[in-house]
């Protein structure tokens, strides 16, 4: 079945240190998108990638890093720089039919980092 | 810009008595509207969505949502509520500049008692 893989699903960070977070997709989706979520908020944008090799800043880059190598991968990188980094992340990517006017997001289950 | 509100952080319901969680937008141009249901420490379930064709909205699991220009509005529905609708809902517009970046509501939790 076609979906989006996060992993891993639960990650433990030291303060200072650096982490990747997984998101695989094999729904030939173009689009890739990172949120994230903390309680009572909504999601927040990190960074999205429309195609490969190119990604934009998104509402609350600062502290992050991303990449898009392959079509199928979208990791994201959680630098020391990053001064509150516990929270749950959700990495999302979107179809859109040719004529534009169908489109659609399908979501990860998450990874909840938190940092020790 | 676009925006989102919803009106209510927590909505509890008795099983079996409707439903309604509430969203107002803005937008300055006609937008694309999506009601998502999040389980807890899960991802993001899609209800239903408005993209400018009939502004009643059904969706899955018995939701449905009525898109108001008028009053720039998009309420969720549902006639009975059952025990595991109890979850985290969230109003969502679409930007459309074309990144397809989605604009998200603080969140409602709706509660269903016994």
């Known amino acids: 079945d076609g979906g989006i893989t996060q992993s891993p699903k639960y990650l433990f960070r030291k303060e200072g240190q650096n982490v990747t977070l997984s998101c695989e997709q094999n729904l030939n989706h173009d689009a890739m998108y990172w949120y994230r979520q903390d309680p009572g908020q909504g999601l927040r944008l990190i960074y999205y990638s429309q195609i490969v090799n190119d990604f934009q800043k998104g509402d609350i880059a600062e502290g992050y890093s991303v990449s898009r190598e392959k079509k199928e991968s979208f990791p994201l990188t959680v630098t020391s720089a990053q001064k509150n980094p516990t929270a749950f992340y959700l990495c999302?990517?979107?179809?859109?039919?040719?004529?534009?006017?169908?489109?659609?997001?399908?979501f990860g289950s998450g990874t909840r980092l938190t940092v020790v | 810009a676009q925006s989102v509100t919803q009106l209510d952080s927590h909505v509890s319901v008795s099983e079996g008595t409707p439903v309604l969680l509430r969203c107002n937008y803005s937008s300055s141009y006609s937008p694309s509207l999506f009601w998502y249901v999040q389980h807890p420490n899960k991802g993001l379930q899609l209800l239903l969505k408005y993209t400018s064709a009939a502004t009643l909205v059904k969706g899955i699991n018995g939701f449905e949502a009525e898109f108001k220009k008028s009053e720039t509005s998009f309420h969720l529905t549902k006639p009975s509520a059952h025990m595991s609708d109890a979850a985290e809902y969230f109003c969502v517009v679409s930007d459309r500049s074309g990144t397809g970046k989605l604009i998200f509501g603080q969140g409602t939790t709706l509660q269903v008692k016994p």
């Open positions: 999302a990517s979107r179809y859109r039919d040719r004529g534009r006017e169908n489109y659609g997001y399908t």
